[in-house]
């Protein structure tokens, strides 16, 4: 899909009289055709408008706009969202009125965010004639970005960059604290960045839900910059609202558009704090400086599972009688090796969501099953989470009290010694106790996140 650039916002906020001041008091925003008493339109450019927020019952996002270049590419967009299984509704007279474009979709994002895709917004070529000799770095980059809250990131991210074209530019862990919303209890989650042009970023991908109030996030107007000799930013004399901006080399990265006390958690970097470099001078004196603190760059999930999915190994279920039902209980498993043979340990990686593994681990012994190529139905089993993961698969009590699986090339009877932190896993090592080889026959293997057979 052929997405160019973020072109407009539509809010809709309780306090319309806040932002009115902020967008054009300390932003330098300029007001555009069609504000009412009701309505802020604002220009940041030769758009007609890049803002409209509205007043309303809540604070929230009502639509997210981006462009594509023109007519047919708006039809491509359609016909590949639809065949993707997005709703489409192509928009009214009325709307295309009201936004000034010619042509637009409505869709909504795995989020439940509302976007609009359209093409042809109207310019307007008369002089900006910003408060402060301000402009806007928009053009082919469009408007700043935007976050919006996804609660399932993956499914999100999937939508974003294989849907609508998007490319992944950086990925940074939250802490939990950092997302009171979070569905499940994880270390971190990851926060994504992307963008359909030059621009480092257009979208931010929160993880989790926002508070009511906070449903638009926050989103850059487009890195104000000022021009010529002008005044600088300041609070009217006399005005109710007194923020008094920072020049803008002192600004932060983006420019939060909704004020209030609550700020968005903005960057959070993890670890020690590093020393600035010496080359970045004193505080305010390097460009680095002006982006706020460095963040790691990270490698986005999706690159280290098609790089490090290239490494095959072989598959196997890691089993036991839960403790107190006698029930069996069990996962599949490929991050299996054997790591020592004085003393004799295996090792194992376990995902800290599993819900298995707490049982496993407070039986403190299972059986290592490594599965054979027509073992696939119960890796597929056992590889997932739920109830009855053990119903269609042949299994038997072992003398120690683990759970074997019937079929399996070779059995490895544990005892757990050691359980590790490791980033959203745990090491585990575990002690032989017994084993013996089963069945004849070759491996199932896993490769590139597919089930492999190979030649032996
Ligand atoms: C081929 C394959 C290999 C897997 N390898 C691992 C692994 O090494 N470690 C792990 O924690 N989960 C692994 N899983 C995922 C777990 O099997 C899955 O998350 C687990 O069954 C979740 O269920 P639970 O909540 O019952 O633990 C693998 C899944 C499949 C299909």
């Known amino acids: 899909m052929d997405i160019r650039a973020l072109g407009y916002l539509r809010l809709e906020t309780t306090t319309l009289d806040e932002w009115r001041r902020y967008a054009l008091d300390v932003l330098g925003m300029v007001e555009a055709t069609g504000t009412t008493e009701d309505t802020l339109c604002l220009r940041l ?49 009325a709307e295309l009125a009201e936004r000034r474009v010619q042509g637009l979709i409505h869709v909504t994002d795995p989020g439940g965010n509302p976007l609009e895709i359209y093409w042809g917004q109207a310019q307007d070529h008369t002089a900006l004639g910003t408060p402060y000799g301000n402009r806007f770095v928009t053009g082919d980059l469009g408007l700043g970005h ?25 990925s940074m862990k939250l802490p939990p604290q950092a997302v009171p919303t979070a569905t499940e209890q994880r270390d971190f989650h990851w926060m994504h960045f992307l963008s359909p042009n030059r621009r480092h970023h257009s979208l931010g991908l929160y993880p989790g839900a926002l508070p009511p109030r906070h449903r638009a996030l926050h989103g850059g107007a487009g890195d104000p910059r000022r021009r010529g000799p002008g005044p600088r930013p300041h609070a009217r004399r006399g005005h109710p609202h007194r923020v008094q901006p920072r020049p803008p080399h002192q600004r932060p990265h983006g420019v939060l558009l909704r ?7 903005g960057r959070v970097r993890l670890g020690r704090p590093r020393r600035r470099p010496r080359h970045l001078g004193r505080e305010g004196d390097h460009r680095r400086q002006l982006l706020g603190p460095p963040v790691e760059r990270l490698i986005p999930p999706s690159e280290f599972r098609d790089v490090l999915g290239r ?3 072989g598959i196997t279920v890691v089993a036991t009688l839960d403790a107190d039902s006698a029930e069996p209980v069990g996962f599949a498993c490929q991050s299996f090796a054997s790591l020592s043979l004085d003393p004799p340990l295996v090792m194992l990686a376990v995902g800290k969501n599993s819900t298995s593994w707490p049982r496993i681990e407070r039986s403190g012994r299972f059986c290592v099953n490594i599965l054979a190529e027509d073992q696939r139905a119960t890796c597929a089993a056992l590889g997932r989470s739920g109830p009855d993961k053990f119903a269609g698969v042949p299994w038997s009590v072992g003398e120690r009290g683990t759970v074997r699986v019937d079929g ?26 017994a084993l013996d080889a089963g069945e004849d026959g070759r491996p199932l293997l896993f490769f590139r996140s597919r089930y492999a057979v190979g030649a032996f």
């Open 45 to 93: 450019d030769d758009r007609a408008h890049r803002l409209v927020i509205q007043a309303g019952e809540s604070d929230r996002l009502l639509a997210a706009g981006w462009e594509v270049a023109n007519a047919a590419a708006l039809a491509r967009a359609a016909e590949e969202l639809e065949e993707a299984g997005v709703a489409v509704k192509t928009a009214d007279p």
């Open 146 to 170: 935007v976050v919006l809250p996804v609660p399932d990131i993956e499914a999100a991210l999937d939508f974003y960059e294989n849907l609508l074209g998007f490319q992944l530019r950086d």
């Open 259 to 265: 004020p209030g006390p609550r700020r968005f958690p």
């Open 311 to 313: 490494f095959a190994s």
């Open 408 to 433: 399996a090339l070779a059995h490895v009877e544990c005892e757990l010694d050691a359980v590790y932190e490791a980033g959203d896993h745990h090491l585990v090592t575990a002690q032989v106790v």
